[in-house]
């Protein structure tokens, strides 16, 4: 029995020495990276990176922003305060040198810049463009339906002129387009990479561009490798056309979980960290080895009514509803500050927003007047959708059942999966649910009102006016900016009083990043951050 | 040598005798005993709703106002723990209910029978093994969608093979067992020898086992929720209460997630000493 | 003994088969369409018609089911809808972190609960006894992913022993180079320190917590199967001829006490894969566990059929390996 | 007259996988035909293994006979519907070797003895447990055991139980299997003599399955040896024991131990131990152990040949012998 | 009652006697309460006698046996007494003393032989490490000695059993088996318990006259357990009667049988079924006392029918009644 004791010791021994050997060194903070390299925590590996039939996700739509460029781009102007931002309203030529309208607004003509190069070397020309809208309208991806929106259906309305020069006709003027164009979805591709892998099984080559871009970019960055799950790196495009990026090499390490991710923030061990808990964003504005950029974006965050769905088809009971939520503690507490209510469908910063019409504040005596009213004396119960992993929207949902249960609705929470939660919400199955992931990147109106309101698309609460529809078709889209106005005045009073969703905020993007990463350029658009202006002191 | 202890359950009083001689047995009665009064008294003893929502006193740490301080929306964390046994427990119960009636029905079916009927429910119930048992009803959760009653369907799925296992060759011994045989001796039928004789001498066994299942019934239903696959929001089960507390701990706010745990560990714990004291009395070589 | 192998791999099929089915079944009622994964909101329905029928899910569900089978004995699990790589390529890349992470937890738990099961059954009865118990009820008690977070908590928050949760190693240290996949041998075998610690410290929480929880079902059962054997007529018969005490515990009762604990350690280690989901979500480990969990969560169908395709037949497959150690190990397991 | 119980060609195999769909046969029982008169005791004697149980369970159709008929008062049992049997039941009854394990645990002896006048509706629902005391008082138990539970009782008393259960519903026909052979020797006796007893008291047949040849000198009418699932000889008791035909019958004789130090026996020693019986010749199952084997025994089969009046025996060398008047046993 | 080893100091004897056994008690200590299983034995064997120990279950006959080679595994303990062998008192050694004297000069076989082999070692590496452990033989040397033991118990082909394992072997050859590794190292004193009972009648047959050769060839001392009082009368020189912890009479083989003087004896032998015999048995009524139920006074006296008062009371010694024949009875002038 000796030998036992024996060997016991001996193991203690070792598993001692083991342990000194690792907790001995005390755990340092990182050392920070050089300043060639910038390394980002995102929340997410990339996903169907094909520009034009991808899911879109954050990561992903930000990683081909990087990578490709568009005939056009937003203008980045100075501000009064001296920081840079991108106008969503104003366009400049992107690889086109130039643009040029025809009087009637039905053409518009794009001549190249000289000397465009893929990254692969291969020129890049007026015919390449033509390729990309060739395959963009074959394939029938998203893009086309936003080109058609902007009254470009097919293939036949871009016109190749020379290699320097492309047109593209519209059936009737609008000022949709280079909104809708100034977007990933309009990345132009290398014909002789993606060519060779278009067969008559996959004649778009999505099977190939869904997960690369090698050779095809023409952006400041290039993909450079690829860790699924776990890392994906860009490095700086040498054939660039712009001013090249500051920064080398990119490395987007996912990291799921906010904690960690702001955690690796905080130690230094990278220098951008995406997508952190409001809560902890006033340590880091009060850490001087941080920064923290705060813009107040378009995103719309609300609670989706089924207007087709009892009880929500009575306007009573959605204005109840409107009344009953508390919007402070939502902006105050869920988003700690960091948002400004949402008074309008229309979100500010949109033109012909108003919150004239905006009349809800949490008041329960009057929404449970509201609920009398609709005959709901007894409050009814509900089940409330929310995606999974999402702790806005968790703790959004906690507030908002405990503010309806004291109307008498008992609300049950219910987290979907990720892709449950999609599905339904596109077939328009959802019936209470809360929504945070719309931002109208085409910063029109008549963009932002037709996909939400009007009866196609994204119109998830079944949200049906025919008067609202007829504003839409007849006067949104018209050039007429004084018609166009009032008719929004219009849409916004009928949407407020009719209440199909439940406005709770816009929330501020906010980039938390290392002090010595400068060069921040925010973008209203899509709030995505273009590395190529980002360096390090 | 003293012969091998009596397989029995034993009465009351011969429990209670045991328990004196087994006090790691008695504790973890008295622990179940204990968390199941607190249970029942939750309405009486938390000091606060456990839905009460408080944001201006959001993630408090431990106080006297708070014993076990508030989560992310200022709920109360020890009202919470304490709703929480009804919660917890009612799905460790209903999975080990289902998962014991599902699984010991084919179980006795397949070991009384037999023959084709033995194979084919077998080789059904080996497939199911054959998953890696929290993935498995990780999957079966994200089907069905969270809830309490799903997530008791998934958790006692999972384990109907366990049970299903254990009742048949537990069924297989004691068919074969001589007092069957003097049973159809007799001129005892096949039902009465199944209900008369065979079914009481196999629940002592499948019974411990359930007592065993209770606890990793609870483990696994808080892991799935802790993931999200469980029960709804802010319904007050632990590993819901876990998951909420979970992000803040890098931050320092310990309190969310720990008392929540503790409380699953203690359970278990409670849950698992009394299996192992009952295996005990089944068979004296075990813990 | 080439046959029994070859016989225990026939019998596979059905259940592999059976597996298939299962999983075919249940990933096609998860919720969540697929297409709307890969088309954004505002595609049209032509669009997303032309796209399921692409891929093939407008077919009869049999068809679809053949087509997937077919696939698999090709090892084409498909592409994965999240990450658009072929699910073999996902599953493989993920394979070598899930590996390294079970395989340190299950040598930890090995190396610590069978002496310790043993002394507990040598020495019955004693304060080593009582240890080994109550290790045994907590370490089964506690929840995988609370144990993490306190671990966390304690070692990192508190203490600075140690780093946030960060994958297998530090985000801007480079992993060494390639050599068996794992980075702590590759480091070590490099002779790259700074990976070599990093990727130390960043496996030691969750492969310690992965290992508490696996000890205590495997000191149980070294315990009882070694009471078993120490009890037992043959070696009072050893005791009988005279032998020493440690040739009776080492030789005589642990080399059949072993054998329920190698069965033991398969069943650990699938329970292992269950746990690591868990585990690698706190850790943000870059393995097959938080893979599966995206994969749930994302509906995403042929990466969730894949893993669980994979993770049953690594499961069956080691049960098929402690078979054949029971061939060599137990003379009466007739091949 | 009609025996009670006429058994004749039973065969029982028990399918044993060999490879991996292959299966071979465990013969059990190989043609035992044996008959058994209202009242008298036959012994079935044998060493394990020699499928003496296997017969006596085929008998009552607690295992299914792979071939062979079983007539119990001219009627053929191994036909029957399992409900039918059921309902034969009341005539045949069994007392076991185990006496603990035959007694199910969680039940009062006295419940169980009950059984059977339950479910046969013997007597009354309320007649029921003076007929239960009834029976323990047969047996020589007392009223308090009524209520006790198998495993708090001796083994002699749990041998008693099962007695008074096989006797509940008045049979006929008792198979004893082993009755005594885990008992002390003192209580052996005592059990013998109950069941000694109540053969007297109740006219019962006995088929007597037992291995010491001792207790079955002791009770049994007529004798049946049996080797390796065959019968290999048969006789009245005494004949059989004072003559025996068949070298396993004179081994098993001579190789049971000495009642007295000084009684020193001229012994036959069976070398080795028995074949398999997974398919045996049908040639004699003894060659190798015998030592009277000759090159004619591992030829020709043996069969169960009557060689005098009421005797019989399985040994080809002696069948010959006898006939040609040489043998002297 | 309490537990404690009683080491007396050793006195050695030199004598031509192998064992004696002086006093042995021996207890189990249960949580509730210690229950007194050897009252005091006295036993003594000659070099190459085999001595019967012979009793019903429970009597106490394997405890002896184990308690002997100091077998005894909790929670039996022994508490008082001396066991001398070859004049040397067992009890008084420690751990390691008794390991070499374990198997080299007392061996033990068990009535299980196929459970005593250990089940994932061949009956050829069990030998070997014994001849190592005591022989100091290794390799060919050990193999060669390994098959003469294999072949001295009468195992035919002793190069094939040398690679069996127990579940290979029937009963009858892992008990010779068994023996041969008792026997490995030619021990003066073997103890068999219930060496044949599990085995069939002609196999117990063949180990009976393995056991009485050995004796002849080996002058091996044996204590033989057995229930069986036909094993008694085919193997042993002297028996000692147990009953209840206690041993109530002790003879040569002979006397037992023809003129047994405790009134058990005569029960027992009565109570055998014997060939040829068709009468009623007489037996003795009632049970085997239970270990926790040790009847206070004589311990047969509730069965014996001729029981008086002091049998109640008082335990009665083993007294000699004439040479060689010890009785435990009050009474056994007046039954004589």
Known sequence: MHNIMLLSRRIFLIATLAAGLVFGNTFAAHAQSDENTLIIAVSRDLQNIDPTLTSGNINTWEFLTNVYSWLIDYEVVTMDDGTMVGDPNSFVGGLAESFEWTEDGTTVTFTMRDGLKFSNGDPLTAESVKFTFDRLFDQQGVTVGNMALAEVPDKHHIELIDSKTIAIHLDRANSLLFGNMAQAGNSILNPNVVGPHMTDDDPSAHEWLKSDTRGTEQGPYRLESRDPGNQYVLVRNENYFGEPAHIERIVFQVIPDPSSRLAQLVSGAVDIAMELPTVDIPALEANPDITVHRNTSRTISYIGMNNEVAPFDNKLVRQAISYAVPYDTIVNDVMNGYAIQLKSPIPKGTPGHTDEFFVYSQNLEKAKELLDQAGLPDGFSTVFEIPIGSQEAKETAVFVQEALRGIGIDVQIQELPGAAYFEKIQKHELVFFYTNFWISINNEPYYHVYWKFHHSCCNYANYANQTVDDLIKEHTISTDMAARDAALQEIQRILLDEAPWVLLYQPEHILAMRSNVKGYVFFSADNLTRYQHLYKE | ?287 | ?335 | ?329 | ?336
């Open chain 4, 1 to 329: 007259m009609s025996p009670l119980l006429e058994v004749s060609g039973l065969y029982k195999h028990y399918p044993i996988r060999s490879g991996l769909l292959r299966y071979r046969n465990l013969v059990a029982a190989d043609n035992v035909s044996l008959t058994l008169q209202a009242g008298e005791t036959l012994a079935l004697v044998g060493e394990s293994g020699s499928g003496k149980s296997t017969v006596g369970r085929c008998i009552l159709r607690l295992e299914e006979p792979t071939a062979g008929s079983v007539l119990l008062d001219g009627k053929d049992i191994s036909e029957l519907s399992e409900p039918e049997v059921r309902a034969l039941r009341p005539q045949m009854q069994m007392v076991y070797q185990e006496p603990l394990e035959s007694l199910n645990p969680r039940h009062k002896v006295g419940n169980l003895v009950a059984e059977p006048l339950l479910l046969h509706r013997i007597v009354g629902k309320a007649e029921i447990p003076a007929r239960v005391s009834e029976l323990f008082h047969m047996v020589g138990l007392g009223k308090e055991h009524i209520d006790r539970y198998a495993h708090t009782l001796s083994g002699g008393q749990q041998q008693r139980v099962g007695i008074a259960r096989a006797l509940a519903t008045r049979p006929k026909l008792l198979i004893l299997d082993e009755p005594t052979s885990a008992l002390d020797v003192s209580v052996e006796a005592q059990i013998l003599n109950l069941l000694q007893d109540l053969q007297q008291q109740m006219q019962l047949a006995y088929l007597f399955i037992s291995h010491d040849l001792a207790v079955v000198s002791m009770l049994a009418d007529r004798v049946a040896v049996m080797y390796l699932g065959q019968i290999v000889e048969s006789g009245p008791t005494a004949s059989v024991l004072a003559s025996h035909y068949h070298p396993y019958t004179q081994a098993l004789v001579l190789a049971t131990p000495i009642n007295h130090p000084r009684q020193r026996k001229q012994r036959i020693v069976l070398e080795g131990e028995p074949i398999s019986p997974i398919e045996p010749p049908q040639t004699c199952r003894l060659v190798p152990r015998c030592p009277y084997a000759q090159s004619i025994c591992s030829e020709q089969p043996a069969n169960l040949v009557e060689v005098t009046p009421h005797r019989a025996t399985r040994c080809i060398r002696f069948a010959n012998e006898h006939q040609a008047g040489r043998w002297t046993p």
């Open chain 3, 1 to 335: 003994m080439s046959v029994f192998i070859a016989r225990r791999l026939l019998l596979l099929i059905p259940v592999l088969l059976g597996v298939t089915v299962v999983t075919f079944t249940l990933t096609r009622v998860i919720p969540g369409n697929p297409i709307d994964l890969m088309v954004s909101p505002l595609a049209s329905q032509e669009t997303r018609d032309r796209i399921a029928e692409n891929a093939g899910l407008n077919d009869p569900i049999w068809v679809q089911y053949l087509r997937y089978i077919e696939g698999v004995s090709r090892g084409d699990f498909g592409d994965s809808f999240v990450t658009n790589q072929p699910v073999l390529d996902d599953l493989k890349s993920r394979f070598m972190p899930t590996f390294e992470l079970t395989l340190f937890a299950m040598l930890t738990a090995i190396a610590l609960s069978v002496p310790l099961g043993i002394a507990a059954a040598v020495w019955r009865g004693t304060w080593i006894d009582h240890i080994s118990r109550v290790l045994a009820v907590f370490g089964v008690a506690m929840p995988v992913f609370w144990v993490s977070l306190v671990a966390i908590y304690v070692f990192f928050f508190l203490l600075h022993w140690l780093p946030a949760p960060q994958g297998r190693i530090g985000i801007i240290i480079p992993p060494p180079d390639r050599i068996s996949g794992l980075y702590t041998i590759d480091s070590l075998l490099t002779g790259n320190w700074k990976a070599l610690k990093s990727s130390v410290q960043s496996i030691i929480l969750p492969a310690s917590v992965l290992a508490f929880a696996a000890m205590a079902p495997l000191a149980r059962i070294t315990r009882a199967s070694m009471i078993e054997a120490l009890e037992s007529d043959y070696t009072r018969a050893a005791r009988s001829l005279g032998l020493s005490e440690s040739s009776i515990v080492f030789r005589h009762a642990l080399r059949n006490a072993i054998l329920p604990v190698i069965t033991m350690i398969a069943i650990v280690y699938g329970y292992l894969l269950g746990g690591v989901v868990l585990v690698e979500n706190v850790f943000a480990w870059p393995g097959l566990g938080r893979y599966v969990y995206n994969a749930i969560a994302s509906s995403d169908y042929p990466a969730l059929q894949g893993f669980i395709l994979y993770s049953t037949t690594v499961y069956v497959l080691l049960f098929l390996f402690v078979d054949i150690l029971y061939v060599l190990l137990d003379p009466r397991v007739r091949l």
């Open chain 5, 1 to 336: 009652m309490h537990c404690s080893l009683d080491l007396d100091s050793v006195h050695r004897k030199g004598s031509a006697e192998v064992l004696r056994v002086e006093d042995l008690r021996v207890e189990f200590c249960l949580p509730d309460e210690d229950i007194l299983v050897l009252a005091g034995i006295d036993l003594a064997a000659m070099a190459g006698q085999i001595v019967g120990i012979v009793g019903e279950s429970g009597s106490g006959k394997t405890v002896t046996a184990l308690s002997i080679a100091r077998l005894l595994a909790p929670p039996g303990r022994i508490a008082s007494g001396r066991v001398l062998f070859l004049g040397q008192d067992l009890l008084g050694l420690d751990a390691a003393q008794m390991r070499s004297i374990r198997g080299s000069q007392i061996s033990m076989i068990f009535q299980n032989p196929r459970a005593s082999l250990n089940p994932v070692f061949s009956v050829g590496k069990m030998l070997k490490e014994v001849l190592k452990v005591h022989s100091g033989l290794q390799g060919r040397a050990a193999t060669i000695r390994a098959k003469e033991l294999l072949a001295d118990v009468g195992l035919p082909d002793p190069d094939s059993v040398l690679k069996r394992y127990a579940h290979q072997l029937s009963g009858g050859m892992a008990q010779r088996a068994m023996i041969a590794l008792a026997l490995s190292s030619s021990p003066a004193l073997l103890l068999a318990d219930e060496p044949t009972t599990a085995l069939d009648v002609t196999i117990q047959h063949q180990i009976i006259q393995l056991l009485l050769r050995l004796r002849q060839e080996h002058n091996l001392t044996q204590i033989v357990i057995t229930h069986n009082f036909g094993v008694i009368a085919e193997l042993c020189d002297r028996v000692a009667v147990m009953y209840a912890g206690s041993i109530l009479e002790e003879a040569p083989v002979a006397k037992i049988f023809d003129s047994p003087g405790h009134p058990y004896t005569r029960g027992l032998l009565a109570a055998r079924a014997r060939v040829g015999r068709h009468t009623e048995i007489e037996n003795i009524p009632g049970q085997v006392p239970e270990l926790k139920n040790r009847p206070d006074g004589c311990p047969f006296h509730p069965r014996c029918a001729h029981a008086r008062d002091i049998c109640r009371v008082k335990v009665p010694r083993l007294e000699q009644t004439a040479p060689g024949h010890h009785i435990a009875c009050h009474r056994w002038q007046e039954l004589a």
């Open chain 2, 1 to 287: 040598m003293i012969g091998p202890q009596e397989q029995i359950v034993p009465g009351l009083t011969a429990l209670a005798r045991w328990c004196r001689r087994n006090p790691v047995t008695a504790f973890g009665f008295f622990i179940i005993l204990g968390l199941g009064v607190l249970g029942l008294l939750a309405p009486l003893i938390a000091p606060y709703d456990p839905y009460a929502l408080n944001p201006r006193e959001k993630m408090q740490p431990p106080s006297w106002d708070h014993l076990f301080g508030t989560g992310i929306f200022g709920e109360d964390i020890f009202s919470r723990v304490l709703y929480g046994i009804r919660i917890d427990f009612g799905i460790g119960l209903g999975a080990v209910a289902f998962g014991l009636i599902a699984g010991s029905s084919v179980g006795v079916i397949a070991g009384y029978y037999g023959g084709r009927i033995d194979e084919v429910l077998m080789r059904l119930m080996d497939i199911v093994a054959a998953f890696p048992g929290f993935i498995l009803a990780m999957a079966i959760a994200g089907v069905l969608g969270p809830s309490i009653p799903n997530l008791i369907i998934a958790i006692a799925f999972v384990n109907v093979p366990v049970y299903a296992r254990l009742s048949r060759s537990r069924f297989l011994v004691i068919r074969e067992s001589l007092y069957a045989l003097a049973a159809r001796g007799v001129g005892a039928s096949d039902f009465r020898i199944l209900t008369w004789h065979l079914l009481p001498n196999s629940l002592a066994p499948i019974f411990v086992q359930s007592t065993l299942q209770c606890g990793w019934a609870i483990l696994d239903a808080a892991g799935l929720s802790f993931i999200g696959l469980g029960v709804h929001l802010p319904t007050p089960e632990w590993g819901v209460m876990i998951g909420l507390g979970a992000p803040r701990i890098i931050a320092g706010q310990w309190w969310i997630s720990f008392f929540p745990g503790l409380a699953i560990a203690i359970t278990v714990m409670g849950f698992n000493l009394i299996g192992d004291g009952l295996q005990d009395l089944l068979d004296p070589r075990r813990w």
